[in-house]
């Protein structure tokens, strides 16, 4: 049997990728978690393997992914940080990004189906998992080894699983391209908000709000979605990302906007975190200080909580600005490659400001396991309709 042919079957991709995209339940499970974190080393060393084998044309977008990697390493050795917290985002995020940059190779969009399918099940089982166990299913411990949180369930705590809802939500209208999954697609809307609703998180609801009122700006407002695109989208981050970081003082429009939900103007309490993480950040502004444990972070900044509660902040803690410029040209390179497809630039565009929206008040630290799979789906999608055509 030809190699390609054996690759392209459903049942083995799932079995090559299955291991990046773990529950936060298994990962409370030992004996579970050892089994992923196996599979996870082992499948990343096959799918190198078969990357170099079968690589023929140039994937900027994936090199690029690998030098902000082994940015990461180098910074958080420089600065005696923490690797063993980076070893999950390297295996997960890494090998998914590794298969995604192979299937682009065989031009299959085999692999986007496969991780859509068990994305949906995932989502699926975290709301009958909340219905079922309204109060939790399990206690899981802070970055400190101190705090409990509570309420867990399939997914995790309360604001996690929003990183999977958008990238699912994204791979679903990728497949409606070819005609596939709308109906399913739109139950996939109605399971994530009301999941997002039930989890009381408010990051999420907004999220989703935008990613969906902006998708729907793109598929039927023919005067608005001819604005959306990567300047707006930066400038629209941009112009949020100041204000709400110098919101310190009462603003009766940004008191209802926090009160509406739920929050009060020091965003519960992150004001104090920004102010701590900044001066952290400046004192190593180009390097950052590695990859760190919450209280890693809480050493150097003094402050209460285990992250900056705020994406870029995240990442200029950790890589500094030199892991930020390496991230903007990874996007960059994704929208450069696509620029010629309107509706999927489009679409890209609104992923951006959905997810760095989210950021705003959020590291959203594992988020980086599917943030930058999914963009490697907009290249395989341009090189798969290239290829077609």
């Keep these: 049997m030809n190699i390609r042919v054996f690759l392209n079957n459903e049942i083995v991709i799932l079995l090559l990728i299955f291991w990046y995209i773990e529950p936060a339940y298994f990962q409370q499970i030992s004996a579970v978690n050892n089994i992923y974190n196996f599979g996870r080393v082992c499948f990343l060393c096959f799918g190198l393997l078969l990357y170099f084998l079968f690589k023929k044309n140039k994937n900027y977008s994936y090199d690029l992914i690998v030098i902000l990697f082994l940015w990461i390493i180098f910074t958080t050795f420089l600065h005696n940080g923490n690797l063993s917290e980076l070893s999950y985002e390297l295996l997960c995020a890494g090998g998914l990004c590794t298969y995604i940059a192979l299937y682009t190779e065989f031009n299959s969009i ?57 990238p699912a939500l994204v791979l679903g209208h990728l497949l409606c391209r070819f005609g596939k999954k709308k109906n399913t697609l739109i139950i996939l809307y109605v399971i994530c908000f009301v999941s997002s609703i039930l989890l009381d998180s408010s990051t999420g609801l907004i999220g989703i709000f935008v990613f969906s009122a902006l998708a729907f700006c793109i598929l039927h407002l023919n005067t608005i979605k001819k604005i959306i695109n990567l300047k707006t989208a930066v400038i629209f981050t941009i112009i949020i990302f100041y204000v709400v970081i110098i919101a310190q003082s009462q603003n009766s429009i940004l008191a209802y906007i926090t009160n509406f939900f739920g929050k009060d103007l020091t965003f519960s ?121």
Aim: hydrophobic share 50%.
């Design 110 to 166: 085999k692999i986007l189906v496969v991780i859509y399918k068990l994305l949906y099940i995932f989502i699926v089982i975290n709301l009958i998992c909340m219905f079922i166990f309204p109060h939790g299913m399990y206690t899981s411990m802070g970055g400190d080894g101190v705090t409990v949180y509570w309420q867990n369930w399939f997914l995790g705590y309360k604001n996690y699983p929003i990183r999977i809802f958008i």
């Design 269 to 389: 309490g992150r004001i104090s975190i920004w102010h701590d993480s900044i001066t952290a950040i400046l004192q190593s502004f180009l390097t950052g200080h590695g990859q760190f444990s919450g209280s890693d972070f809480q050493n150097i900044t003094g402050s209460f909580a285990f992250h900056p509660h705020n994406y870029f902040l995240y990442v200029l803690f950790r890589g500094g600005v030199i892991e930020l410029l390496i991230i903007a040209l990874f996007v960059g390179s994704i929208f450069f490659s696509i620029k010629r497809q309107p509706n999927l630039y489009r679409l890209a565009c609104v992923y951006t400001i959905s997810m760095f929206l989210m950021g705003i008040t959020e590291s959203l630290i594992t988020t980086a396991v599917l943030f930058y799979p999914v963009f490697l789906f907009f290249n395989l999608i341009e090189s798969y309709e290239s290829h077609v055509a």
